[in-house]
């Protein structure tokens, strides 16, 4: 009986930290979608100027990381999570009211990237401490379903808002989802520590970044480009080669991949296959993107099955995706010590910003011709993430783990 309460992953300040999760990736997929169009309705901007600014957000986001680890590992995470959350919630009045001003928007972008480079990675870290470590990879696969929840309805809810109403209704909508988020996880309950890591540790460059990571990192910012890309010009390409009915569904059916794949891989993680779990989900992505990047081919000479294609690879992305999380996770996690796996996390998650910040700069520049060369470039570059990882990152990760 002892045994099974100490392993009891549903605890309340789970589900907490759940809908809290949940909630706060709600608001952030209810823009991602959506910003490209603002962008362009509301300044004219051209498409790889759209990536550009759109950039900045990650950017922001990725500088934050590593002083966000550290701080996490230093102070109370609790503390640390809740004013994260409460400078992510209040960003979102900001886009009231720069809808006129190209400068204006790209700083407050930049100070949204901030708190939730902040949020996120104190609220990765925060879960970890309120699970058993026997449970882990199933834990963090459940914690992912919340994102991927968030990913199924909130682009899809985004393009839905600025097509029947307007886009302050859609900034409106994002500020209350995560002011309820804040709400949850004001009453999560976190088992007071002791603080283990010394400020007077902070010039040390391993204190920001978890070096023995550093490759994994590399893997993971590969694998997050074509991601970047997906995320935010998908919409665009399918209007590119004639689809326009159910284009927001991309999501939900990618939604859909992630849940069904996380429900399973954690298992997976936790019985210690963290290696061939990534390589499996990253040859099923890869199918993914081949086919998004057939996708003008195939609508050119069959529309019906380039629509179908179209969902058949947002399903792929996201099984794939969804099954290379919660590993990739756990295998930072497990090359840390316990007293950094704040900063673990940090390492973890910038080189995925880093992916995403790339995904969105190129989606545009090398979309001169069309979306098709972005995303035939996603499908080369995903390829040779599997080679990286298979030759040289799995081999480094059994060398360097702790645990």
Not at 96 to 112: A, G, M
Not at 267 to 294: C, M, N, P
Request: proline letters at 3%; a positive charge.
């Amino acid at each position: 009986m002892d045994a099974a309460v100490k392993d009891r992953l549903f605890t309340r300040s789970y589900i907490y930290m759940c809908l809290a999760n949940f909630l706060t990736a709600f608001s952030f997929f209810l823009l991602v979608p959506t910003l490209p169009f603002y962008l362009v309705d509301n300044f004219g901007l051209e498409p790889d100027i759209v990536g550009l600014v759109l950039s900045c957000y990650v950017l922001a986001v990725l500088c934050i990381r590593p002083f966000a680890g550290f701080v996490a590992d230093v102070f109370p995470r609790k503390k640390v999570y809740l004013i994260s959350y409460v400078l992510f919630a209040l960003s979102f009045v900001g886009y009231l009211f720069v809808y006129s001003e190209i400068l204006f928007f790209i700083l407050l972008r930049v100070v949204h990237g901030f708190a939730f480079g902040a949020l996120n990675t104190t609220g990765n870290t925060l879960v970890i401490d309120i699970m058993p470590s026997s449970r882990r990879g199933e834990g963090l696969g459940y914690f992912g379903v919340t994102n991927n929840l968030a990913m199924a309805f909130g682009p899809m809810t985004g393009l839905f808002l600025i097509e029947c109403g307007s886009y302050n209704q859609l900034f409106f909508a994002a500020l209350l989802t995560a002011c309820i988020g804040l709400l949850f996880a004001s009453i999560v309950k976190v088992k007071w520590r002791q603080p283990i890591e010394k400020i007077g540790k902070v010039f040390s460059i391993d204190r920001f970044i978890l070096l023995e990571g550093i490759p994994a990192s590399l893997a993971f910012f590969m694998l997050a480009i074509p991601y970047g890309m997906t995320s935010s010009y998908i919409a665009i390409y399918a209007a590119e080669v004639g689809i326009t009915e159910g284009v927001g569904f991309f999501f939900t059916v990618q939604g859909a991949g992630l849940i069904v794949s996380r429900l399973i891989s954690g298992k997976r993680v936790d019985k210690g296959y963290i290696t061939q779990t990534i390589s499996r989900g990253i040859v099923i992505a890869l199918v993914g993107v081949i086919g998004e990047a057939l996708l003008a081919t195939v609508c050119g000479f069959n529309f019906t099955a380039g629509f179908a294609l179209y969902f058949l690879s947002a399903f792929l992305i996201g099984y794939g995706f969804g099954t290379i999380f919660p590993a990739f996770n756990t295998l930072f996690i497990n090359m840390a010590p316990h007293s950094r796996r704040a900063t673990a996390n940090a390492t973890y998650l910038t080189g995925w910003d880093v992916g995403i910040g790339a995904g969105m700069l190129l989606g545009g520049a090398l979309s001169v011709n069309g979306y098709s060369g972005s995303f035939t470039f996603s499908a080369i570059l995903v390829f040779a993430a599997l080679i990286y990882f298979v030759l040289f990152v799995s081999r480094h990760f059994m060398r360097h783990r702790l645990r």
